[in-house]
């Protein structure tokens, strides 16, 4: 019978490091499951990172796994994933050695069924609503006869043509088509760029600005019409100043961004007749108002000829109006010869008494009169210029006087002042001197307190300081050895000795000191009284 040891059983083990040991995992792992479907909740996503991946989880009730959607993947995607969306997610198991945690790379998402799909737009559409973007008060009305009508939809459909064959038929104008893909990858952005595209052009720059919108796609299903859910399409719609038309889908199709735009058409083709006009009918309209406005031009002329008729039968003659002028007339012409001849009569007489004031002894009393007047004021002044110059004078003097006076009140205030500035200079030194005195005392004092704190007042009264080679004090006798060279210090001077020891040295003994030690300053011990010293110990001196 043969024994094995627990050495030799674990020697028939497979010995692997670590690395081989997670790169055989990884194989595993990626083997088994090259190629999977996992259903489960988007958590923690917040976006591709700054190197276009993205990372997040995905849950159920009972697990979670890591999830990661590579930067060529993601772009490719279409549907972009969103925190709490309910997804199929297509792609490979694998590992991460670093940390030994497994995950899932998705190549495919797509959400969980119409009814998550939905569920995904009612919230978009609570999220929305709640900013305002779908608010009533933000709708713009659709201009009446618009000049140009810009068209977001795919060229190649036949939306385009069946809106731009309707607005032929109603009233021709000038269409511009912004081509955009309407499903697919990068679809909603394109659109978006489309909006934001037509409501950038400048009026009156060499491509003209539309004065409204119609962003058109046919019918589809859910997944079909997807992009007009996106956000960026509702932001750009909402955020347009152009009025905007959205006819996407058939009457039954409804999406988010029929909710911002301004008017929301059921068909293409129903957002061709609203935006504009049928010119048939608008000729019949104003041939209409053309002809009733003649009619009602020729009734107003005749009501207004019949009333002049009127009037003129109800005013009188001419003969009638000028018969009280005309007797006037020859009532004032009558009485013309009779009023000049009194007038000159009244002129005549007042003619006549101004000239009998006109007597010569008159004259020479007016004269005499004035010339008296005249002397008066004369004297008058004269007298006024003489008031003036006195007191012309008395000011004059006055100042004269003030400026006489001016040297002595000069050398009175320069008196005072110099008598100022002794007293100040008297007291400046009185307070140098008292602050000179107060240092002095100051610094005597503190002098002093040196001097009682000072070690070498203690050595005056007979006490030693041991110092070793390196000029140390030595405070406790333990600290230096035999033959060890020391100084000691008294006051009046140093002296130099050498310790002795014998074979076997010995504590020595300290008498306990009777002063305090100082700091830095220790006093020298002192042995204890014997008649002879023991053997082995030494002596200082």
Same mark, same amino acid.
């Given at each position: ?19 081989? /040991?997670?790169?055989?995992?990884? +194989? ?10 996992? +259903? ?18 995905? #849950? ?14 993601? %772009? ?13 997610? *297509? ?8 940390? %030994? #945690? ?6 495919? =998402? ?9 569920? /995904? ?57 912004? @081509? ?24 009156? $720059? ?11 796609? $046919?019918? &589809? ?18 955020? %347009? ?7 996407? &889908? ?16 059921? *068909?293409? *083709?129903?957002?061709?007749? =609203?935006?504009?006009?049928? #010119? ?12 009733? /406005?003649?009619?009602?031009? %020729? ?16 005013? @009188?003659? /001419? ?46 009393? +007016? ?81 002093? =307190? ?22 140390? @004090? ?41 002063? @305090? ?25």
């Amino acid at each position: 019978m043969t024994s094995f040891s627990s050495d030799d059983s674990r020697s028939n083990l497979a010995e692997f490091s670590v690395s081989e /040991l997670s790169g055989s995992i990884k +194989r595993t792992i990626e083997t088994a499951f090259d190629h999977v479907r996992v +259903r489960g909740e988007i958590s923690g996503y917040r976006g591709p990172h700054s190197s276009g991946h993205a990372y997040f989880s995905l #849950k159920d009730d009972k697990a979670r796994i890591d999830a990661v959607i590579w930067k060529g993947s993601f %772009s490719k995607l279409k549907y972009r994933p969103e925190e709490g969306m309910e997804v199929i997610a *297509t792609g490979r198991i694998t590992t991460f050695p670093g940390s %030994s #945690k497994y995950q899932i790379v998705i190549e495919q =998402m797509e959400p969980a069924g119409a009814g998550a799909l939905m569920a /995904l737009i009612e919230e978009r559409k609570r999220k929305l609503g709640a900013e305002g973007l779908f608010d009533p008060a933000m709708k713009q009305l659709l201009p009446f006869m618009p000049k140009v009508i810009g068209v977001v939809t795919s060229p190649t459909g036949a939306v385009i043509r069946d809106i731009l064959h309707r607005i032929a038929d109603r009233f021709p104008v000038h269409v511009l088509v912004w @081509p955009v893909k309407v499903q697919g990858e990068g679809s909603g952005e394109e659109v978006a760029n489309a909006i934001h595209g037509f409501n950038a052009l400048q009026p009156g $720059g060499p491509i003209p600005r539309p004065d409204v919108l119609i962003v058109a796609r $046919g019918g &589809g299903s859910l997944e079909d019409l997807w992009s007009f859910n996106d956000e960026i399409v509702v932001r750009a719609a909402a955020a %347009s100043a152009i009025p905007l038309i959205s006819a996407v &889908g058939h009457e039954t199709d409804w999406t988010l961004i029929d909710h911002a735009a301004d008017v929301r058409a059921p *068909t293409p *083709t129903g957002a061709a007749e =609203m935006a504009v006009p049928v #010119k048939a009918d608008l000729v019949a309209q104003v041939a209409n108002l053309a002809a009733r /406005l003649s009619g009602a031009t %020729s009734r107003q002329m005749e009501i207004r000829r019949q009333g002049l008729r009127a009037l003129t039968r109800a005013l @009188p003659s /001419l003969d009638q109006l000028l018969a009280l002028p005309r007797r006037r007339f020859d009532e004032a012409a009558t009485g013309l010869g009779r009023g000049l001849e009194l007038n000159t009569m009244a002129k005549r007489r007042s003619f006549e008494r101004s000239a009998s004031a006109l007597r010569p002894d008159m004259l020479a009393r +007016r004269i005499g009169e004035r010339r008296q007047r005249l002397a008066e004021r004369s004297a008058l002044s004269e007298r006024i210029v003489e008031r003036m110059i006195d007191r012309l004078r008395a000011r004059v003097s006055g100042a004269d006087a003030v400026l006489r006076n001016l040297p002595g009140r000069l050398r009175a205030q320069t008196d005072r002042s110099r008598d100022r500035l002794e007293g100040l200079t008297r007291r400046a030194d009185s307070a140098v001197a008292n602050d000179l005195r107060a240092s002095r005392a100051a610094l005597v004092g503190q002098e002093r =307190m040196l001097q009682s704190l000072s070690y070498k007042n203690v050595l005056q009264r007979g006490y030693a300081v041991i110092r070793d080679a390196s000029d140390r @004090p030595v405070s406790r006798a333990v600290a230096l050895g035999a033959g060890a060279a020391i100084s000691i210090e008294f006051s009046d001077g140093r002296v130099s000795a050498v310790t002795e020891g014998g074979d076997a040295p010995r504590q020595p003994v300290i008498e306990p000191q009777s002063a @305090p030690a100082l700091p830095k300053a220790a006093t020298a011990p002192r042995p204890a009284k014997r008649t002879d010293p023991p053997a082995g110990q030494g002596s200082l001196f």
